[in-house]
């Protein structure tokens, strides 16, 4: 199923404010707390359309996330396509679970990035982590609920 017309702008303006929200600048507490907004957008899309995104727009979304972030290139982009696989594969059971189950779903996922992202950085060899590194594991799980209340009813006309 191909994405129309309509839902590119939509699509394309809410991974551009996901994008914003990422690099905003925060008070060193609250950026500890602060959830992967670009991912659980590209989360949410390839859920909803996955033609539209899929794969290649998450990997896309991830390089320019490098491009705009002080990592190495292609570290985001690898790990949004390794995030966004399990999600393309499920789709169909993603759509049907309720919202709490989502939530823990997306949950686990970004666990698995936050993983991704402390391996790259040889911090979880180095064992130099804590608890505080899978603050945004937390969050995450309960701003899915906000990012589906506020793109569900542009996405449901494109679905």
Same mark, same amino acid.
């Given at each position: ?5 309509? $839902?590119?702008?939509? %699509?394309?303006? $809410? ?108 911090? +979880?060899?180095?064992?130099? %982590? ?8 937390? $969050? ?6 906000? %990012?589906?209340? +506020? ?9």
């Amino acid at each position: 199923m191909r994405p129309d017309l309509q $839902s590119w702008p939509v %699509i394309l303006l $809410s991974l551009l404010l996901a994008l914003v929200m990422e690099l905003l600048p925060l008070p060193p507490v609250l950026a500890q707390l602060q959830p992967p907004w670009l991912l659980l957008v590209v989360l949410y899309w390839s859920v909803l359309q996955p033609a539209a995104l899929g794969m290649s727009g998450a990997w896309l979304t991830g390089l320019l996330l490098d491009a705009v972030l002080p990592a190495p290139l292609g570290t985001h982009a690898a790990l949004f396509t390794l995030t966004v696989t399990p999600v393309l594969a499920l789709k169909r059971l993603l759509r049907t679970l309720p919202v709490a189950q989502q939530a823990l779903w997306v949950a686990a996922l970004v666990c698995m990035y936050e993983l991704g992202e402390l391996w790259l950085g040889n911090r +979880l060899t180095s064992g130099s %982590i804590s608890a505080r590194d899978f603050l945004p594991v937390l $969050s995450a799980l309960f701003a899915w609920p906000l %990012i589906k209340v +506020l793109l569900f009813r542009h996405g449901r006309r494109f679905a």
